[in-house]
């Protein structure tokens, strides 16, 4: 283009692929955009300077594409190659997709960034020439699987576009639960189904045989750990180990075993087949098989290490649980040759509460470890709530192909870029909220851990940075300015009824939690992509309209409460379990040190100890108040034993895993053994590797 005038055309072969045309097509829309005049697609060459886009660039292109794309490819190869000489401009790649990811690579270089779906993530520059200057360039990422989907009924509103602009490929081999059908109908014919069983691979080859033979990729992951080990012979093939994260037995041995056997008979009697079998390194096979055994070569592992920390990078030592995924990683990586692909969920599906969740500094400090290791890529499970996920899937994508991604320099470009006049105050706004994940100790996901990422202080100043905005009017910064005052209307909400929660106030906490609500709505309201919960039935206190319920409940309690308790109760760690034998529940002295009783444990204490660990409140009682009385809990994590004066008055079991749990975490326990003066009240609770410990403080009232 020069002053607003085409010089260039668009070249593409008639018949091209989808994302072959669709890279032509979005070459010439995009360059309207910026400089107002349209280049003309056509399929035949003709006067002026031609942009060759796809199969007619690849003859030309073909050697410096072989030179650089993957060689001993598994799934797939993408490479692209751009040239830009006196005989014009040549832009192709390994296959159609790759096609659009050169076209992609041109226009990025023209400064055209795809932030998020849709053209509300979009910012070109505005400009009425545009040049390129001499151009050799080609390229391969090193991972193969690169891109997300869209789970829990997400708004999938330019998605497909969204990724390729971000050299993702979408490519999956089925990993979803999918082996119970085939078990029921193993178990009817051999009378049970035994996973080291040889006649178990045996019909089970002969299931998925068709598919097998048509060339047709299927998974045989196991089922959420309903479908498991049946028999002793099964457990002593996977060691009798046990994994201490999500605290059951591990099954790794033995289902790997299984998978090879079927995989044997598929490949003796299918041999030309390319079909893939996927699998979820899931739950029971979290853990890499510790025995010496070699997966197949149709099998795909896909590693889902859901429980291991998703706010530190591994790279850092400090943090055991993503040590422990690291070691997991590499033993997945030895097994399987390479194939593995991390199952990776973008933060949006863990905490619920449409606030801000980012992730790509752990990401960017971990990615250049998988591209060492080897493994196949990534398969991201987002529910593309950008209320919640904001610039996660563009980093995502961007790293995915380029691991030595400067994401300093793209934050520094994005502000002014998406915010336009408002990128000072934006600026400090976002970094403030990167900063505070960055800097976290929490290692737990759900909102559990929203007062821990952010304090009142936080909200507040970040409420500073946004009242500096508010004379930007200018389209489309005001647009997007409004979304990030919604945003944090719904932060502020939110943590205004955790602290109304702290002193016991649930009637305003109530109040809070419908106006950050009704927030959300608006939210909504202005676009589908921003939250998710629309489409899919928020129902119980694990969701938030459910937690907004709970508080009306405990609101009801108001008129009967006998005392609130303080936030602070003294507390005393006991990993080594030495408490119940030196009687704690009845000392006074020793070691006791205050916590608060709403943030669970670990976000308080980050070197606490599996084992267990002793609460005690000393409230003064009269003697009317005595009657009847019952203390309630109404966020307690793990199981507990209440103690009253020393002795033992009530137990309440809970299950390991707090998500196998009934999501209010209440305990309405009734006292005895109580008298008119100051009363010892000692809560022993469970400390798993988990969540513990409380986080809604107590209160005491008669029914």
């Known amino acids: 283009m020069e002053n607003g005038q085409a010089r260039a055309y668009v070249l593409v072969r008639a018949d091209a692929g989808e994302w072959e045309k669709r890279a032509a097509q979005d070459l010439s829309a995009t360059v309207a955009k910026m400089t107002g005049a349209t280049l003309p697609v056509v399929h035949q060459k003709q006067a002026g300077i031609p942009i060759v886009v796809g199969q007619l660039a690849a003859t030309r292109l073909a050697p410096r594409l072989q030179a650089v794309a993957k060689k001993n490819w598994v799934l797939r190869a993408d490479a692209i190659a751009l040239e830009c000489s006196s005989e014009g401009i040549y832009l192709a790649g390994s296959n159609d997709d790759s096609h659009y990811f050169a076209a992609a690579e041109l226009m990025r270089r023209w400064g055209c960034r795809w932030y998020l779906p849709t053209d509300f993530g979009e910012c070109l520059p505005h400009q009425t020439t545009l040049a390129q200057g001499p151009l050799n360039y080609a390229y391969a990422p090193p991972f193969e699987v690169r891109g997300y989907w869209i789970s829990w009924n997400g708004d999938t509103t330019g998605y497909p576009e969204f990724a390729h602009r971000n050299f993702m490929n979408c490519e999956r081999v089925p990993s979803g639960h999918a082996i119970g059908p085939y078990v029921e109908q193993i178990s009817k014919k051999l009378g049970k189904f035994e996973v080291s069983s040889p006649a178990a691979a045996t019909a089970m080859a002969d299931l998925v045989a068709a598919d097998y033979a048509a060339g047709k990729s299927f998974s045989l992951s196991m089922e959420d750990a309903s479908v498991a080990s049946t028999s002793d012979q099964d457990k002593d093939l996977a060691g009798r180990l046990r994994d201490k994260y999500f605290g059951t037995e591990v099954l790794s041995d033995a289902y790997l075993t299984f998978y090879n056997r079927v995989c044997e008979q598929l490949v003796k009697r299918y041999p030309k087949s390319a079909a893939r079998i996927g699998f ?250 921003f939250t998710t919960y629309k489409n899919f039935p928020e129902t119980g206190p694990a969701f938030w309209p459910g937690e907004v319920e709970l508080l009306r409940k405990l609101a009801t309690f108001v008129r009967k409460r006998i005392r609130q308790s303080p936030v602070l109760w003294d507390y005393r760690p006991d990993p080594d379990d030495h408490g119940i034998w030196q009687d704690w529940a009845g000392q006074q002295a020793g070691p006791w040190t205050p916590v608060r009783t709403d943030l669970y444990l670990q976000a308080q204490l980050p070197e606490t100890r599996p084992g267990f660990g002793w609460f005690r409140w000393n409230v003064t009682l009269k003697a009317e108040e005595l009657a009847g009385l019952r203390l309630y809990f109404p966020g307690l994590l793990s199981e507990s034993w209440l103690y009253v004066n020393g002795k033992l008055v009530e137990h309440r079991p809970q299950k390991e895993l707090w998500w196998l749990n009934d999501y209010a975490f209440s305990w309405d326990a009734p006292l005895q053994g109580l008298h008119p003066g100051v009363n010892s009240l000692v809560v022993r609770t469970r400390v798993p590797l988990h969540l513990a410990g409380m986080f809604r403080p107590p209160f005491l009232y008669i029914p």
Do not use: C
Not at 355 to 362: A, D, E, F, I, K
């Open 280 to 529: 979820l390194a899931y739950i029971n096979l979290t853990l890499p098989p510790q025995r010496q055994i070699t997966a197949k070569e149709p099998l795909v592992a896909y590693l889902a290490a859901i429980d291991t920390d998703p706010n530190h990078p591994f790279s850092d030592p400090r943090w055991s649980w993503r040590q422990d995924y690291l070691g997991a990683l590499r033993g997945w990586t030895r097994a399987m040759q390479g194939r593995v692909v991390i199952y990776d969920y973008d933060q949006s599906m863990l905490v619920w509460r449409d606030l801000p969740n980012p992730s790509h500094q752990v990401l960017q400090a971990e990615i250049k470890e998988y591209a060492r290791l080897g493994i196949l890529g990534f398969g991201t499970e987002s529910r593309n709530a950008l209320a919640t996920t904001f610039l996660n899937l563009y980093f995502r994508g961007q790293l995915y192909w380029n691991p030595n991604l400067d994401v300093a320099s793209e934050l520094k470009e994005f502000y002014p870029r998406f915010f336009g006049p408002a990128a000072v105050p934006m600026e400090s706004y976002w970094s403030a909220i990167y900063r505070s994940w960055s800097q976290t100790h929490v290692t737990e996901h759900e909102f559990f851990v929203i007062p821990a990422i952010y304090p009142r202080e936080l909200v507040e100043r970040l409420g500073e940075d946004l009242a500096r905005t508010r004379g930007v009017q200018e389209q489309p910064y005001r647009a997007r300015l409004d979304f990030v005052q919604r945003s944090w209307g719904i932060l502020d909400g939110y943590t205004r009824m955790l602290s109304e929660v702290s002193q016991g106030n649930y009637g305003a906490a109530v109040k809070a939690g419908e106006e950050a609500l009704a927030v959300r709505e608006q939210l909504t309201a202005s676009g589908g992509i």
